[in-house]
T-cell receptor
Framework: KQEVTQIPAALSVPEGENLVLNCSFTDSAIYNLQWFRQDPGKGLTSLLLIQSSQREQTSGRLNASLDKSSGRSTLYIAASQPGDSATYLCAVRSDYKLSFGAGTTVTVRA | ETGVTQTPRHLVMGMTNKKSLKCEQHLGHNAMYWYKQSAKKPLELMFVYNFKEQTENNSVPSRFSPECPNSSHLFLHLHTLQPEDSALYLC??????????????FGPGTRLLVL
């Protein structure tokens, strides 16, 4: 069974600092990995999807890397802003299922 | 907005009540999902429907009863729930359910409190 872990569970940084969020998974036989953002009272919004054959994906200030062999992914958010405050979820697709981590709750202080 | 709506957004019910959660998708998708999100825990997949047929039941207690009358609507009927069932229930949809490249689109969720 795929287990996905996200560390830390919560993170607070001053505005302008770069954010580094970690995700690890136990079974390296994955098809892709996805990062989601969840705002309070709202559903999940997909940020980036990395295929198993890729090493990284970039979208604006967001960059996600994938090291499938070691079972790790990192989401980098450059020059954080208060609007980046949210919970970030990592999800791994394997065996036709999405397995989620518990998330990292980020607070960016103005 | 993702094109997936859920009602109600908040629900408080007693353990003897019967209620239903509704999900509707306006994306023309064929697969729909129910997830449970408890505090500080990962999302748990509950049910999957593909072309109105249930393709997965992830060992969910029978007090949760899903219904999918068509590809656009998904219900979760609740009866005799327990306080530990209090959680955020998320609905999602995707074009299909059989591929590993499918992207799921999530609704805003229903926050359920069982007293």
């Amino acid at each position: 069974k795929q287990e996905v872990t996200q560390i830390p569970a919560a993170l607070s940084v001053p505005e302008g600092e770069n954010l580094v969020l970690n995700c690890s998974f136990t079974d390296s036989a994955i098809y892709n990995l996805q990062w989601f953002r969840q705002d309070p009272g709202k559903g999940l919004t997909s940020l980036l999807l990395i295929q198993s054959s890729q090493r990284e994906q970039t979208s604006g200030r967001l960059n996600a890397s994938l090291d499938k062999s070691s079972g790790r992914s990192t989401l980098y958010i450059a020059a954080s802003q208060p609007g980046d405050s949210a919970t970030y979820l990592c999800a791994v697709r394997s065996d036709y299922k999405l397995s989620f981590g518990a998330g990292t709750t980020v607070t960016v202080r103005a | 907005e993702t094109g997936v709506t859920q009602t109600p957004r908040h629900l408080v019910m007693g353990m003897t009540n019967k209620k239903s959660l509704k999900c509707e998708q306006h994306l023309g998708h064929n697969a729909m999902y129910w997830y449970k999100q408890s505090a500080k825990k990962p999302l748990e997949l509950m049910f999957v429907y593909n072309f109105k047929e249930q393709t997965e039941n992830n060992s969910v207690p029978s007090r949760f009863s899903p219904e999918c009358p068509n590809s656009s609507h998904l219900f979760l009927h609740l009866h005799t729930l327990q306080p530990e069932d209090s959680a955020l229930y998320l609905c999602a949809s995707s074009q299909g359910a059989g591929g590993n490249q499918e992207t799921q689109y999530f609704g805003p969720g229903t926050r359920l409190l069982v007293l």
